[in-house]
């Protein structure tokens, strides 16, 4: 005779405790997103290519349309162009990670991912940690390739050398992934690509061009200099620049690190908050 057993819907025999589903620990969680988020991005060949190629356009545009800046009063005696304009380019080539990254997380969104992930035992804030490291990891693919270009095409030999590039770089990708906070937080709000594509032009647009990504302040119009000394990634890029140009930039670099964590420090709570909201 066969013995009949009963189920409680939870998994558990009738009259044994319940079976409670406990997921894994939070580093463990976002170990396995990032690894999702990051086959994501490798296997989608196009948006690998143009991620790619993105900051090398801008690299060859920026490089011959503004090279005869190194001649203009005010330029920085000394300095060529190409190694005033890189570390400008590997700031705002960071910073626009996130922007892709806010995208992607849009579209998770969009597709059922994120709703799925709520009905298992995942934290919401593993998954937006686990997005930001993603995003991390493309900045350094697209920062390595940006150097490579730079040094074995257009001869950028700044007088830092590789240390101080390389320390640039490694700035870059702090502010970089700091900042991109902030377009992460904006995803979780608005929740559109369309929005958020706008939303995020109102504050790539004079976050790069009202800065001293690609022309020294003191070129500018005067009142667009104090508007760019007020942006806080002209005080990064002064800072990576100091550090490819081998001069002193700790306080700078201090200074650019400590605004940009505390930046993250606001904005991720707010994103964790607004993708939380999600479900409402």
């Known amino acids: 005779m066969t013995a009949l057993t009963a189920y409680d819907g939870a998994g558990a025999l ?3 405790e319940p079976v409670r589903w406990r997921g894994c620990g939070g580093g463990a969680q976002v170990r396995h997103l990032t690894g999702r988020a990051v086959r994501i991005q490798v296997l989608d060949a196009h948006l690998l290519l143009f991620c790619l190629l993105d900051p090398l356009l801008m690299l060859v545009v920026f490089s011959q ?13 000394g ?8 570390p400008g380019l590997l700031v705002t080539t960071a910073i626009q990670v996130g922007l892709q990254t806010a995208t992607g997380l849009i579209e998770d969104m969009r597709n059922g991912i994120i709703t799925r992930f709520r009905s298992l035992p995942i ?3 593993s998954v937006l940690i686990a997005h930001s490291l993603a995003a ?3 900045g350094v693919l697209r920062l390595v390739l940006l150097l490579v270009l730079a040094f074995a095409v257009f001869g950028y030999r700044p007088a830092g050398g590789v240390p101080g590039a390389v320390a640039a770089a490694v700035l870059s990708l702090v502010l970089g992934w700091s900042l991109g906070w902030i377009f992460i937080a904006l995803a979780c709000r608005l929740r559109r690509p369309e ?4 939303a995020s032009g109102l504050v790539m647009f004079p976050l790069m061009f009202a800065s001293n990504a690609f022309t020294p ?3 500018m119009p005067a009142w667009l200099g104090a508007a760019a000394r007020l942006n806080p990634m002209s005080h990064g890029i002064d800072a990576a620049r100091a550090l490819s140009l081998g001069r002193p930039a700790g306080s700078g670099a201090l200074l650019a690190v ?4 505390a930046v993250a420090a606001v904005a991720a709570p707010l994103a964790v908050r607004g993708l939380r909201d999600t479900s409402r």
């Open 14 to 16: 009738a009259g044994e």
């Open 195 to 198: 929005t958020m594509q706008a």
């Open 123 to 125: 934290r919401m804030g």
């Open 65 to 77: 349309v503004f090279g005869g800046l190194a001649h203009a009063p005010g330029f920085p005696e």
């Open 136 to 138: 991390l990891i493309r």
């Open 79 to 86: 300095v060529r162009y190409i190694d005033f304009l890189l």
């Open 258 to 261: 400590s605004v940009a964590l």
């Open 217 to 219: 302040l003191d070129g």
